[in-house]
Structure formats: structure tokens, C-alpha cells
């Protein structure tokens, strides 16, 4: 059934409930000394690339990849369109391995025609920090299909990890393979209700007129929560503090420090967006909301190329209520001029979703672990992560 996935140290759907083999680590590290020194074999018309997604030129080539060929919806309507800047963002945390940004080319034409990449992340799971990798941006071209090029990609991102010393990864995907620790469902709150009708990411609800659903999402034109602002490098350690310690109620979640802070949550134009809420009386640092940019073309309308859509990043509420937090964001968001905020059930989310009018989508988000066995699935609540 998965020619490739069973030869992986991963949990196999026969071990499920299998209370027998233990929580943790599949296969131990190896020497490195053991590591393929040389990259796998590709089919003889391509060669590997490490990607400088600092050069401007590779990040534009892996930027047109990505857009003309990376996920789509199951009715292939929309496409995923990271912009460059997301991509620089996304693949330069602290500790990046530049080799863990791969590129296939065709050795003729050199044209770019598959990614993949990784970057270096501290995730906890239970009582335990691991070093891992988080993969992302795996595209094959759309002519290259199905001709087994993916799992050589796979192994090759799989051994430049090794060789640093690393032996875990977390991912994400829309598709079902040997076996998710947690499948989570997307919600979407419309901002432009019109838009996304015309362009058919939703639809008119029974017994609705256009102007009833116009104003069904109605929202108030600036955020009520007093000392709501977007946050400031200053606000860095205050920051760290609140995630810190609302993460650690989940059971997988980022170990972040000042660090990853400074970089995953600081504001960055079109990128990312964060909000802190100050007390205006004791400036003590309660709460915080954040959401990302990334934007989805549309395949095939007259009237938009494009969606601009907020996906729902990390949120803590210690003083006001989550909801009103998550509103102010809305309120944001929709003055951004984003047409819809997604979300997923991770974490407490499901708390305000049906309040703040979002409806579940018809995409999930299967949850992966890489040489990590969990004993049992888990509940979308119990996620502490958000994978971009
Ligand atoms: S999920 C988004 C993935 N990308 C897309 O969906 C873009 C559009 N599709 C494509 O470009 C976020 C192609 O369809 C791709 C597959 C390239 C997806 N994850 O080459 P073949 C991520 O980036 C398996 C894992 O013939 P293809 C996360 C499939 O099950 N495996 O297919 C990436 C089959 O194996 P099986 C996937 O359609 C995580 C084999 O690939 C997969 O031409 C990667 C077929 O290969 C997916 N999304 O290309 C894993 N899609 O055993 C990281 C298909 O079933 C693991 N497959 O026969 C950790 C590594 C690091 C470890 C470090 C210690
Ligand atoms: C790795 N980081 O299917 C990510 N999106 O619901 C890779 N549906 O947008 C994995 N089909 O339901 C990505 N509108 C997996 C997701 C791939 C993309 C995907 C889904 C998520 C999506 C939309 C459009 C569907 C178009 C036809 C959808 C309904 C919205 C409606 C708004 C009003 C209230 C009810 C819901």
C-alpha cells in the first residue's frame, strides 16, 4: 500500500493502541561516521541544488515553483502562493542549515522543477525537548508526477538532517500516510463574503440574500480590547514569558526562546502580524494574538487572480476573554483588507470558532512525527503547534 512510508521509521497503522512498544524515539541515532556521505541517486536528467534563499534569483526560481505547482484544494479551484518574503522568512530561523534548502534542476535547461526544505526546531513532546526538523515546501513540478521522485527527496532532506545530528522531524499534510499523531479540521471566517462567493470559496447559506450574509459578517471598524497593539521588539522577553508558559499545557508544542520570538513573532509586512495586549495601568503584558499572510491564487476567474487569506498562528489569553481577542484580530485582519481568516482546532481555538462565525472547511490537516512513536493519536486541542 505505501511502497515508501513502510520502509520509515514511523508508526505503523498496525501498532495503534499497541500498548506494548513505547512512547518515544523509533530508531536510535547512528554514528555519524554510519551517514551516507553521498546524496541519493536521482533519475539522470536531474541534479541536486542547495538553495541560497538569500540570492534573490534562487528564492524568485523556488517562489514560481512553488506558486505555479505547490498544494491546492481538492476541487483544484485555489493554490497556495507563499510570497518570496514568507519564503525568506519561513526557511531563515536561528540555526538554519542552508543544505536542508534543496532544489532539483534539470541538468539541461538548469530549470528548477522540485523542492524541499527543512529548518532546525526545539519541539517538547510530554516532558521531553527534541531537536527536530520541520519539513516543508516538498513540490514536484506538475509534468514530474508520480514518478517516484518524492521519496528520493524524502531521503536526501532525511540524510542532510542526519548530518547534522539531527534524527526527529514534524510535518504536515493534507494527505493521509502512516499515521498521523493528530488530524485537525480547517475553519474559515469569511471578512469579504461577496468575493468569496464570486469566486466560489463559498457559498450563499440556505434562505440568505447576498445582503443578509454582507452583513451577518459585518465588523466593527477598530479592535475593542483596551492596550490592544501590534507587538515591538521590546516586547520580546514579556512575550517569550506568556508563550512559554501557555505552551507548556500541551502535549507537542515549540520550545521557543527570545530568539525564536524575535523571529516567528515579530510583525513583518505581509508576512506576519502579531498584537500584544499592554495593561494600561500596570503595562503588565496579559495577552497575545498573531496571524500569518498567505495568500491563495485563484485558478480560473474572470474577476480576481487572487485571495488574500490570515491563517491563525499562536494566541494567549491570560486577562481577556480568548473570543474578544480573536475578534480584535478579525477586526484587523478585515482592515488589512484579507478576504477570510482560517483556523484550525488546535489548541483552544475551538473555544471561540462557532462564536466568531468561522465554518469548517473542507480540508484537513494531518499531524506527523518522523522516528517518533506516540502510543496514541491525539486530540487537535492537545497540539501546541502551528506549522506554516
Ligand atoms: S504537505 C504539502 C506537500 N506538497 C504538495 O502537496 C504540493 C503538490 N504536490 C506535489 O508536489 C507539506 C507532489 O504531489 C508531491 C508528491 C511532491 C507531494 N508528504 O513522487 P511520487 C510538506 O511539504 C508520498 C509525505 O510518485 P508525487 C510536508 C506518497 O504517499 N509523503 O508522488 C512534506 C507515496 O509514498 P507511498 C507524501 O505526487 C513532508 C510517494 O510520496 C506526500 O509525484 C515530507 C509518492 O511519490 C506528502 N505531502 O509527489 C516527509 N505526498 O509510501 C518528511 C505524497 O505511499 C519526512 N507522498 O508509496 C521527514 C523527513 C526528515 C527526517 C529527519 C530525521
Ligand atoms: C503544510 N503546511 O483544502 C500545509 N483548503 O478547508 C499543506 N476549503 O480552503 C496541507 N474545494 O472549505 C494543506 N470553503 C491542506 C489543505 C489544502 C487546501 C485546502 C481547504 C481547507 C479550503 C475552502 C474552499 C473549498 C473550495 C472547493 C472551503 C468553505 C468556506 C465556508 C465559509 C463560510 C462558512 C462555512 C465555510
Given at each position: 500500500r505505501h511502497k515508501f512510508w513502510e520502509t520509515q521509521p514511523i508508526a505503523q497503522f498496525k501498532d495503534l493502541g499497541d500498548t506494548t512498544l513505547r512512547e518515544g524515539p523509533i530508531d536510535p541515532p547512528t554514528p555519524l561516521s554510519e551517514v551516507k556521505i553521498d546524496p541519493y541517486n536521482l533519475p539522470a536528467p536531474f541534479e541536486w541544488i542547495t538553495c541560497d534563499m538569500d540570492s534573490?534569483?534562487?528564492?524568485?526560481?523556488?517562489?514560481?515553483?512553488?506558486?505555479?505547482?505547490?498544494?491546492?484544494?481538492?476541487?483544484?479551484?485555489?493554490?497556495?502562493?507563499?510570497?518570496?518574503?514568507?519564503?525568506?522568512?519561513?526557511?531563515?530561523?536561528?540555526?538554519?542549515?542552508?543544505?536542508?534548502?534543496?532544489?532539483?534542476?534539470?541538468?539541461?535547461?538548469?530549470?528548477?522543477?522540485?523542492?524541499?526544505?527543512?529548518?532546525?526546531?526545539?519541539?517538547?513532546?510530554?516532558?521531553?525537548?527534541?531537536?527536530?526538523?520541520?519539513?516543508?515546501?516538498?513540490?514536484?513540478?506538475?509534468?514530474?508526477?508520480?514518478?517516484?521522485?518524492?521519496?528520493?527527496?524524502?531521503?536526501?532532506?532525511?540524510?542532510?538532517?542526519?548530518?547534522?545530528?539531527?534524527?526527529?522531524?514534524?510535518?504536515?499534510a493534507g494527505?493521509?500516510?502512516?499515521?498521523?499523531?493528530?488530524?485537525?479540521?480547517?475553519?474559515?471566517?469569511?471578512?469579504?463574503?461577496?468575493?468569496?462567493?464570486?469566486?466560489?470559496?463559498?457559498?450563499?447559506?440556505?434562505?440568505?440574500?447576498?445582503?443578509?450574509?454582507?452583513?451577518?459578517?459585518?465588523?466593527?471598524?477598530?479592535?475593542?480590547?483596551?492596550?490592544?497593539?501590534?507587538?515591538?521588539?521590546?516586547?520580546?522577553?514579556?512575550?517569550?514569558?506568556?508563550?512559554?508558559?501557555?505552551?507548556?499545557?500541551?502535549?507537542?508544542?515549540?520550545?521557543?526562546?527570545?530568539?525564536?520570538?524575535?523571529?516567528?513573532?515579530?510583525?513583518?509586512?505581509?508576512?506576519?502580524?502579531?498584537?500584544?495586549?499592554?495593561?494600561?495601568?500596570?503595562?503588565?503584558m496579559t495577552d497575545f494574538c498573531s496571524f500569518y499572510s498567505l495568500p491563495s491564487t485563484i485558478l480560473s476567474n474572470p474577476n480576481y487572480k487572487t485571495m488574500k487569506v490570515a491563517y491563525s498562528y499562536y494566541n494567549v489569553a491570560t486577562k481577556t476573554p480568548l473570543t474578544q481577542l480573536m475578534n480584535d484580530a478579525l477586526i484587523i485582519a478585515k482592515k488589512k483588507d484579507y478576504d477570510v481568516f482560517n483556523a484550525l482546532d488546535v489548541m483552544e481555538n475551538e473555544s471561540f470558532l462557532k462564536e466568531l462565525k468561522f465554518g469548517p472547511g473542507d480540508g484537513k490537516l494531518h499531524y506527523y512525527l518522523y522516528n517518533h512513536r506516540l502510543r496514541h493519536p491525539l486530540q487537535p486541542s492537545e497540539l501546541g503547534l502551528v506549522l506554516l
Open positions: 534573490g534569483e534562487m528564492c524568485s526560481e523556488a517562489y514560481h515553483l512553488l506558486s505555479n505547482n505547490y498544494v491546492e484544494d481538492d476541487e483544484n479551484m485555489f493554490r497556495f502562493d507563499y510570497s518570496k518574503e514568507f519564503l525568506q522568512w519561513a526557511l531563515h530561523p536561528p540555526g538554519y542549515f542552508e543544505s536542508w534548502h534543496i532544489g532539483v534542476r534539470v541538468k539541461t535547461s538548469k530549470k528548477l522543477v522540485a523542492f524541499i526544505s527543512g529548518v532546525p526546531a526545539r519541539i517538547r513532546v510530554r516532558d521531553n525537548v527534541f531537536l527536530m526538523a520541520e519539513i516543508n515546501f516538498l513540490c514536484v513540478h506538475k509534468k514530474l508526477r508520480s514518478k517516484r521522485l518524492a521519496p528520493v527527496m524524502i531521503k536526501e532532506v532525511t540524510r542532510r538532517i542526519h548530518l547534522e545530528n539531527l534524527w526527529q522531524a514534524a510535518f504536515t494527505v493521509v500516510i502512516p499515521t498521523p499523531v493528530a488530524t485537525c479540521q480547517y475553519w474559515h471566517r469569511s471578512l469579504n463574503p461577496k468575493k468569496l462567493i464570486d469566486v466560489g470559496f463559498s457559498r450563499l447559506g440556505p434562505r440568505m440574500t447576498m445582503s443578509r450574509t454582507v452583513k451577518l459578517y459585518k465588523l466593527p471598524d477598530s479592535t475593542i480590547t483596551p492596550g490592544f497593539r501590534n507587538m515591538e521588539l521590546r516586547d520580546v522577553p514579556a512575550v517569550t514569558r506568556l508563550i512559554r508558559d501557555y505552551l507548556s499545557r500541551f502535549v507537542v508544542a515549540p520550545d521557543f526562546d527570545e530568539d525564536d520570538v524575535e523571529h516567528w513573532l515579530l510583525p513583518k509586512e505581509n508576512v506576519i502580524d502579531s498584537f500584544v495586549v499592554e495593561s494600561p495601568e500596570t503595562h503588565e
